[in-house]
């Protein structure tokens, strides 16, 4: 993506994941960042972000972002460790048939 909004480094929690944009007329795939983060100083909230390489035509280039307590970013956390496991069982099952 030229102009990416995030700042992707060494530090950038998953550079490449794939990714969907839908909006109500179109949808489009790519690659995007998704990023976990919290102020060096002083941190409030968790920020999670995600940006898309790709948009649909009429919108923008941008950063979605979330900003979490410590219990919210802990039930997410929770849960995509769930869900992993899930389609990890899923995977496995398939392969031993």
Do not use: I
Not at 33 to 51: D, G, I
């Amino acid at each position: 993506m030229v102009g990416r909004l995030m700042k992707v480094n060494a530090y950038t929690t998953l550079d490449l994941v794939d990714a969907r944009v839908r909006t109500a007329d179109d949808e489009t795939t790519g690659l995007g960042v998704a990023n976990a983060t919290s102020a060096r100083e002083n941190p409030e909230h968790v920020r999670l972000q995600f940006e898309a390489d790709d948009q649909p035509d009429g919108v923008a280039a941008h950063v979605d972002e979330l900003e979490l307590s410590p219990e919210q970013a802990r039930e997410l956390a929770a849960d995509l460790e769930s869900h992993a496991a899930k389609v990890e069982a899923a995977a496995q099952a398939n392969d031993e048939d």
